[in-house]
C-alpha cells in the first residue's frame, strides 16, 4: 500500500523561509514529485527528485532522502503568491502517482 | 489549443443520469489520468491510460469508465451518477507513463450530482 505525510496546514510571514515535509511508505518508489496547486485551479509541477540530495529551482528546493522516506519543500523569501496548497506525490512501483493529502500554506505580511 | 482543455468547467447532474465528461491535449502525449479531488482525501486516480488503445484502472475506478480512441482525447463516463461522485476532476498527461515523467493537469471539472 501507500502512505504519504504531509501538514495540512502552515502559516508563515512573508520574506521569510518555510519548510514543508513529505514523509512517505510505498510499494517501490519511481521518484517523489512536488506540485503547487492554487484555489479553484489545476495543480502545477514544481519539482521532482529521484536521487537523494537537493535540488534547487530558484526559490524553490527540494531535498529527498530515500532511505528515509522523506522529502520537503522549502520555500524561500515568501511572496504572497506562494499562499496555495503544495502536493507531495510519489510514483511507486507500478509507476503511478500517490499524491499526499496537501500541505495548505497561507503566507501573511 | 495549447495544453489540456476540460469540458464543462462546472456541471449540476441529477443522480441516475449518464455524464461524459471530455478531455483533450495537444502535446502528443502517450499518456493520460484522470483524477478526482475531494476535501480533506486529495487527488486520487480513477483510471489511467499508457497509450491510445490501451486503459487501466486506478485506485477508485467503481462506477467510472474511460476509453482511449485516439491520442488526444481521453474521455470519462458516469454511466448512473450518485451523489459520492461530486468532486473536481482532472485530467492530466505525460509524455509517457513511468520514469519520473513529468503529469500536466487540465483546469479541472466541478461535478455536482445532486
Known amino acids: 500500500g501507500q502512505n504519504i505525510d504531509q501538514p495540512t496546514e502552515m502559516t508563515a510571514t512573508e520574506g521569510a523561509i518555510v519548510q514543508i515535509n513529505c514523509t512517505y511508505q510505498?510499494?517501490?518508489?519511481?521518484?517523489l514529485f512536488w506540485y503547487q496547486q492554487h484555489a479553484g485551479e489545476a495543480p502545477t509541477f514544481l519539482s521532482y527528485n529521484v536521487l537523494d540530495g537537493l535540488e534547487e529551482k530558484g526559490r524553490f528546493s527540494s531535498f529527498l532522502s530515500r532511505s528515509k522516506g522523506y522529502s520537503y519543500l522549502l520555500l524561500k523569501e515568501l511572496q504572497m503568491k506562494d499562499s496555495a496548497s503544495y502536493l507531495c506525490a510519489v510514483l511507486g512501483g507500478s509507476y503511478q502517482l500517490t499524491f499526499g493529502k496537501g500541505t495548505k500554506l497561507s503566507v501573511i505580511p | 489549443i495549447a495544453g489540456i482543455t476540460q469540458a464543462p468547467t462546472s456541471q449540476i447532474l441529477a443522480a441516475g443520469r449518464r455524464m461524459t465528461l471530455r478531455c483533450t491535449q495537444d502535446m502528443r502525449h502517450n499518456a493520460m489520468y484522470w483524477y478526482r479531488q475531494d476535501l480533506g482525501l486529495g487527488l486520487r486516480l480513477i483510471h489511467y491510460s499508457n497509450t491510445a488503445g490501451t486503459t487501466g484502472k486506478g485506485e477508485v475506478p467503481d462506477g467510472y469508465s474511460v476509453s482511449r480512441a485516439n491520442t488526444d482525447d481521453f474521455p470519462l463516463t458516469l454511466a448512473s451518477a450518485v451523489p459520492s461522485q461530486t468532486s473536481v476532476y482532472f485530467c492530466?498527461?505525460?509524455?509517457?507513463?513511468?520514469?519520473?515523467?513529468?503529469?500536466?493537469f487540465g483546469p479541472g471539472t466541478r461535478l455536482t450530482v445532486l
Open positions: 492530466a498527461s505525460s509524455d509517457r507513463a513511468g520514469s519520473g515523467d513529468t503529469q500536466y
Open positions: 510505498t510499494s517501490g518508489f519511481n521518484g
